[in-house]
């Protein structure tokens, strides 16, 4: 019983107020996926049948697969489906694994900031030079937007995590403590 009670901060689902907005963001990311095997098919019936080519589809496709995966990544992140090294983390019991996955999501919230600060300093970039895509013309800042959002938003579910965990922390039985 005692495991399971160590694994807890592991496995926890996402809390009501948090399952919301994820439910929001995956319905997003499935409707953005229909609608991008809808163009390719009909640019694909187009350009075969009749010989019509719609200008910038696959640039079009391209963007909305980059923002459909940071906006899954935020998700995974939140969900704790993304891939991870757990070796460590699933020997560990009690206090010892509550704590490490505590410096996990502070170490991924470091890195996802960073990433997040990098990526927007090179959209903004972006941004004043007034770069636009081929096809299209859309403003490069908007897809490469779709990094600062996703890195973003992935710093900030680690940091609600940790917080979170860090709080759980304090009711997690020692290894020690949990043998007995």
């Given at each position: 019983m005692?495991?399971?009670e ?46 019509f ?33 757990d070796v460590?983390t699933?020997?560990l ?14 170490v991924?919230a ?7 600060w ?16 081929m ?46």
């Amino acid at each position: 019983m005692a495991g399971a009670e160590a694994a807890a901060p592991a496995t926890m689902p996402a809390t009501a107020p948090v399952s919301a907005p994820l439910a929001v963001l995956r319905g997003l990311a499935g409707l953005v996926l229909v609608a991008m095997v809808g163009l390719n098919v009909v640019n694909a019936v187009g350009r075969y049948t009749v010989g019509f080519v719609f200008v910038g589809a696959d640039e079009l496709l391209v963007y909305s697969m980059v923002w459909m995966v940071m906006v899954g990544a935020v998700v995974a992140a939140a969900e704790r489906s993304h891939l991870a090294l757990d070796v460590l983390t699933l020997r560990l019991k009690g206090r010892a694994r509550a704590g490490l996955l505590v410096f996990q999501e502070l170490v991924m919230a470091a890195a996802c900031g960073y990433a997040a600060w990098q990526s927007l300093m090179f959209t903004l970039k972006i941004g004043r030079l007034g770069q636009t895509s081929m096809g299209l013309g859309v403003p490069m800042a908007i897809p490469h937007a779709a990094l600062v959002a996703g890195f973003a938003g992935m710093a900030v579910v680690a940091l609600i995590l940790a917080v979170r965990d860090a709080a759980a922390l304090a009711t997690v039985p020692s290894a020690a403590g949990a043998r007995r």
